[in-house]
């Protein structure tokens, strides 16, 4: 057993037996001297009496109803323990004492000890019968698991799979349980000249594909909490490893059951991880009612379910995808971005939106998150807006705009990014002299030009970087400022070598 989970289970054990034990010390009552010993408060020996042994005078006969079977074990079981706790106390005493005197105090305190030590016992012997209960709950719980795992799977397989199953076909073996589910009287056979003895046509008008698909399974059987949910996983893990006809008959299995009604239900519990599984189940099984309940979730304080209701609802709005972005208050972090582009890039049913919509929205991770979209999708119609989120508070989103100008090659920007140059940092700088020279345009390389000579040489190195990247006008101008200055033919070599 693992230390530190057991640890404050003993903990608990200790201080729950020294509550026990003081409370004991404290109120109980030690029990009478037998005859002829020393009583230890008194050092004087106690006179033999019937009292003293427990037994009933003539008085108490009358005084007191005959004792009850309980009440006469409870009786026996107490002067056990008394006796126990009276001889442990002795010894110790007599083993210290030798006069058999002892201090009230000390006795209360081996008192105290005795009561610690039962208690403490008991509880240890009581906990470790509960995980014995656990370990056999668990085991049987898995083996049950196990069992209907397989049952389920054999069902889902003959469901899926096995000819009779065929929609509009009914074999000799199975027209019986179609006559048995209570098919139309309507629908006769026709059999006429092409039917066979081993192939019967029905008309259009069969049985409900609900009856059909759900008399697989019994009703009463999947009342059971933990028979639906065995069923629901394996439904799930075959739909996942499935597509077309096979995939829309596990779905309408699902729905004829009942199964997205209980996933509804779970999006409403205070468990954020059985609401992430709820909303992951509804996501798969493509259940489209689910989705203005499951946008109430967007700002959860939990990022794993919020995630889990981002992807949720660009599947069931292909049409739409990311219209949840204006509603996002929560901050959208790099993992669920990346998550994002992952899913709609193998996605090729969804429609890519506009992004630049959502450059002004007043959460600053929507702007950076549709920024690097604008920039994956090549979307040149958001130039114009690109080059008015420049002046955007928050650095980075102003870097990503700069990168995306880049990578754009927006030729419009080159005024914008010259102008907003001195009033950057110089990390922001060096970017916008990278993006300069990805742009290329007269403008720009006259301004790398004069970046060369930057006291800093961060600058000047990406200043010399970016007329590399504008072609053989810049590397000409590259190549005279190195014939002055010993840094930038440094840096020309660097630049121009052919192993970096």
Not at 59 to 88: F, H, I, M
Not at 186 to 207: C, Q
Request: net charge negative; charged share 25%.
């Amino acid at each position: 057993m693992n230390v530190f989970r057991s640890a404050p289970r003993f903990f608990l054990s200790t201080a729950f037996s020294v509550l026990v034990a003081v409370s004991l010390a404290a109120g109980g009552r030690a029990a009478p001297p037998r005859s002829g010993e020393v009583s230890y408060f008194q050092g004087t020996p106690v006179p033999s009496s019937s009292a003293g042994r427990g037994v009933r005078t003539p008085d108490d006969t009358l005084a007191r109803p005959p004792a009850t079977a309980w009440e006469s074990v409870g009786a026996t079981t107490r002067e056990a323990y008394n006796r126990v706790r009276e001889k442990w106390t002795r010894e110790v005493v007599d083993r210290y004492r030798p006069d058999q005197r002892v201090n009230p105090m000390t006795r209360t305190f081996l008192r105290v000890v005795f009561y610690f030590m039962a208690t403490f016992v008991a509880c240890t012997f009581g906990l470790l019968g509960l995980i014995v209960v656990s370990r056999g709950r668990r085991s049987r719980a898995a083996r049950v698991h196990t069992r209907l795992k397989r049952k389920y799977q054999d069902a889902l397989v003959e469901l899926l799979y096995a000819e009779e199953n065929q929609p509009g076909v009914a074999t000799p073996d199975r027209f019986a349980e179609a006559g048995a589910i209570g098919l139309p009287e309507e629908n006769e056979l026709a059999m006429g000249d092409t039917a066979t003895a081993d192939t019967l046509t029905v008309r259009p008008k069969t049985a409900p594909a609900k009856v059909r698909l759900a008399s697989y399974f019994d009703a009463e059987e999947l009342e059971d909490r933990f028979h639906r949910d065995v069923l629901i996983e394996q439904i799930l893990a075959l739909h996942k490893n499935l597509s077309g006809a096979t995939a829309s008959t596990l779905r309408e299995l699902y729905l004829e059951l009942g199964f997205d009604e209980d996933a509804r239900r779970r999006l409403s519990l205070y468990d954020w991880a059985s609401q992430a599984k709820a909303v992951r189940e509804l996501s798969q099984m493509d259940v489209a009612e689910a989705e203005p309940q499951i946008a109430r979730l967007l700002n959860h304080p939990s990022a794993v379910l919020v995630l889990e209701v981002q992807i949720a609802l660009l599947k069931l709005k292909p049409d739409h995808p990311f219209y949840f972005l204006q509603e996002t208050e929560g901050e959208i972090t790099e993992w669920q971005q990346l998550s994002l582009l992952t899913m709609i890039s193998h996605s090729p049913t969804f429609k890519i939106p506009d992004f630049s919509q959502w450059l002004d929205a007043k959460n600053d991770s929507v702007v950076l998150f549709s920024t690097k979209m604008i920039n994956y999708y090549n979307q040149l119609t958001a130039s114009d807006k690109l080059i008015q989120a420049l002046s955007h508070p928050n650095e980075k989103v102003r870097r990503e705009v700069i990168k995306s100008l880049g990578d754009l090659e927006v030729a419009d920007a080159d005024g914008a990014l010259i102008d907003r140059y001195p009033e950057e940092a110089e990390t922001l700088q060096a970017e916008m002299l990278v993006t300069l020279g990805k742009i290329g345009t007269e403008r720009a390389v006259a301004f790398l030009g004069q970046a060369l000579y930057s006291p800093q040489f961060p600058l000047a190195f990406h200043a010399a970087r970016g007329l590399v990247l504008t072609g053989p006008t810049g590397l000409d101008l590259l190549q005279q400022a190195a014939q002055t200055t010993p840094d930038l033919e440094r840096i020309q070599r660097h630049l121009l070598d052919a192993r970096i």
